[in-house]
Every structure is written in C-alpha cells, then in structure tokens.
C-alpha cells in the first residue's frame, strides 16, 4: 500500500509535507507544463504521421479506433486503477472525459475526409481557442488573438472549399476538445495519479472499437494489430498522459492557448523530417504562435488554491488527517 493511499490515515507531519510539496510543484511549474504540452504535442504528430501507411487498408476511422481501443487496454493494464477509489461523480466525469475524447478524434477524421486539413485544423482549434478565451483577463485575449491568427496564417484555410458534413465534423471535433481539456483538467485535480485517464481512456477505447468495427472486419492483419499496438503509446498514451500532468500546472486558458503551437510543430516536422520548406505565411504564422504560447506561459501558471482536488483551497492539516 502506498504512503499516500487515499484510505491510509497518516500522522501529522505527512500531510504537511504533502501540502507543501503540493504548493513546490503545481502552481509553481508553468514551464515545466509548457514542456509536457510541446512533448505531448510532438507526440501526436509523430503517431499521426506513422500511422498514415495504415489509412489504405483499415481506413482513417478504423486507425483511430484501433489506437484508442490499445491505448485504453494499456492503460488499464498498466495503471490498474481501483474503482472503489472513486467517487460517483469523479467516475461519471470520467466517463464523459472518455466520451469526449473519443468523439475528438473519431470527428476530427471524419473532418479530414471531407475537408482539406488545414481547414478542419483551424476549424477544430476554436475548441481550445474558446477555452482560452473563457474568464477575465485582457493579457490572456492578447495571446488567444495572436495564436488565432498565428493559426489562420499557417493553415490557410481560405485556400480549400469547405463541405457541409466536413463542417459540422471538424466543429463537433472542437466541442469536443474544448470538454476534454476542462474535464481533464478536473479529473486530474480529483484523482491521484493517471488513475483518472486510465478510467477515461478504456471508455474512450470501447466507444472507438464499436464504431470502426464495421470498417476494420476482413482488413485487420496480425502485423497491422501489432503496429497499432506500438503507435497506441505514442499516440494517445503517452500524449495524453502528459497532458493530465500539464493541466496540473497550467490554467485551462493558458493550455487552450498552447494547443496553437500545435500547427507549428506539424510544420517544423515537415522541415526536418520531409524536407518540406514553409512559405512566408506559414513561417509568419510560427513566429505568432511561439510568441502566444511564451506569453500564455509565462501568465498560465495554477495557484495552490486552484490545484487543489476540487479547486477549493486546501484546509489547514491535523495531527491525523486522512491523506
């Protein structure tokens, strides 16, 4: 049993260290959230770009549900998360989390089937960009402007037509995004761990399996279930593993507001991987996002009331507090 299982009392000098660690890591690293936003970010791309060959023979709807159905096994494999842990509502939270994340990425395909991909980017990104614009603040509208246009700029979606069943797609794929980045955010701050990603992401898996599962009968092929296996921690475990961690630390404006270097990272692997030079808008639009994404850092920092399970402050400890 863990030193810090939530069943376990303790005496009172852990939970004080317990409190003052809490105060040390959240709230006080902003940069240390930004790098596991940018990792988790790369991560993404990486697994998109590998699993590209797949497309033609399991399709694009067939890829994503087989990636979420391993990386829901993994997970649930790997963390083994105790149910009895759990209360009601963290389990229901955690079940429409994993609704959400399905429905991210089984739209955000739909959408690029219909529509090209720097459209249904910039039309997916008006989830985190409204989630960044979301509470007071005229610094935190600076940064969510300029990575909207940075955005605009380096997907250039007036250059593609735009289909109705691709546009309600790539919007549904936004709504989605825009939940998952507010209840990830709550899930982490209510349960210990990845406990709460390893509840959300077997839902998520379930729901992917059952709605590819018409596409992939007659096409899956042992070596095509064995890669899916390895592409599954790349994307999406380990992206949004590091994602839990980094809403630990971030507000939920300033992580919206990072999603935009997302586009920028795409570019920069296309540079270095493919060879692939930028024009001057899209380099134009890098220099945007770079520049929001410092600014949403550097102002995006938690403060110990706000990483608290629940979001209340923490109550001062006693000599025999359950941990």
């Known amino acids: 049993m863990s030193a810090f299982d939530p069943q376990r009392p303790q005496g009172g000098p852990l939970p004080r260290l317990r409190t003052a660690t809490r105060g040390r890591l959240r709230p006080g690293g902003a940069e240390t959230g930004f790098l596991m936003a940018v990792a988790s970010m790369t991560s993404i791309q990486l697994g998109l770009a590998l699993a590209v060959p797949l497309f033609g023979q399991l399709g694009a709807l067939g890829t994503a549900g087989l990636r979420l159905a391993w990386g829901g096994l993994l997970l649930l ?32 395909m739909l959408a690029v089937a219909h529509l090209p991909l720097g459209t249904a980017s910039a039309l997916e990104f008006l989830g985190p960009l409204a989630v960044s614009l979301y509470g007071p603040g005229g610094g935190r509208k600076l940064w969510t402007a300029l990575a909207a246009l940075g955005v605009l700029l380096l997907t250039e979606p007036w250059r593609g037509g735009l289909d109705g069943v691709g546009l309600v797609c790539a919007l549904a794929a936004a709504g989605c995004w825009a939940v998952y980045i507010l209840l990830t955010q709550r899930v982490g701050d209510r349960v210990t761990g990845l406990g709460g990603l390893a509840v959300s992401m077997p839902v998520a898996g ?11 009968w007659g096409h899956l092929t042992w070596q095509a279930v064995g890669i899916m296996l390895v592409l599954a921690a790349v994307s999406p475990v380990l992206p949004f593993a590091l994602e839990f961690l980094a809403l630990r630390r971030l507000t939920t404006a300033a992580f919206g507001t990072l999603m935009s270097l997302e586009p920028a990272i795409a570019l920069l692997i296309g540079l270095l991987v493919l060879g692939q030079t930028p024009g001057l808008t899209s380099a ?31 109550p001062r400890p006693r000599a025999a507090e359950t941990v």
């Open 77 to 108: 494999v790997l963390i083994r998360p105790r149910l009895r842990d759990f209360t009601r509502q963290d389990l229901l939270a955690c079940t429409v989390l994993g609704v959400a994340t399905a429905g991210m990425m089984l739209f955000f």
């Open 206 to 216: 379930l729901i992917g399996t059952l709605i590819a599962a018409p596409g992939l």
């Open 284 to 314: 134009a639009g890098v220099v945007l996002v770079v520049v929001a994404g410092a600014g949403a850092t550097r102002a995006g920092a938690r403060t110990p009331a706000a990483t608290d399970e629940g979001g209340a402050p923490e």
